[in-house]
């Protein structure tokens, strides 16, 4: 899972990038309104973005105007002051997906961003299934026969990317895009070694991490 947050309060942002992160999600992190709609415009590989109103230089109401205008359907949560009903509603009008009033539970912004993602993905389960395979994106677990599979964080990430795109070539580049963050130096090899680790675990019974030579990796059932 690939997430942009836009809050120019430093504390609440590392805040938010601490919880995030041990919850398994890539995250990258913007403090004003122009990087936000900069970052938005040239990466389409976030999952969700959480966005702060009243951010400098751009408001954020102006930055999910511009997202919406390009068509995008990316899932968006919105952090508001709690008596700016106004705006909650004017965010809500110009496409946000959900809200929540600062200050705010960090337990409870997870299971929200677990559940828009859910819906950005067409899904309203927390529980993603590929023959015997069963992955719990709430709980990071990945069962096979019901038994779990013991996974590093990375192979979890790599594994959430190809059971969300099952049955459909995903690139190495696009794995690089959804699970690494800003300024993260993983190479094309790092990729394959991944790749290779994880088909020893996942590849038993009819499952298959198929190699596009040149192109990429597809999950499969054989």
Known sequence: MRIL????????????LRSLRAAGAAVD?????????AALMT??????L?????????????????????????????LTAADSVDERVKG?????DDYMAKPFSLQELEARVRALTRRGM?????????????YDQAGRVATIDGKMVELSARELGLLEVLL????????????????????EEV?????????????????????????????GYCLEKI
């Open 29 to 37: 992190h913007v403090a004003n309104g122009s990087e936000a709609d």
């Open 187 to 215: 190479s094309n090899n790092a990729i394959e070694v991944y790749i290779h680790r994880l088909r020893k675990k996942i590849e038993k019974g009819p499952i298959r991490i198929a190699t596009v030579r040149g192109l």
């Open 50 to 78: 959480i966005l702060d109103l009243g951010l400098p230089k751009l408001h954020g109401l102006e930055v999910l105007k511009r997202l919406r205008s390009r068509g995008s359907a990316l899932p968006v949560l919105i």
């Open 5 to 16: 947050i836009a809050e120019d309060d430093q504390v609440l942002a590392d805040g938010l």
């Open 164 to 183: 969300q795109r099952a049955g459909r070539l995903v690139s190495k580049d696009q794995l690089v895009e959804r699970l690494c963050e800003w300024g």
């Open 122 to 134: 067409g899904g309203a389960s927390s529980t993603i299934k590929h023959g015997p395979l069963v």
């Open 43 to 48: 990466n389409n590989e976030f999952d969700l």
């Open 92 to 96: 809500l009008d110009y496409g946000a």
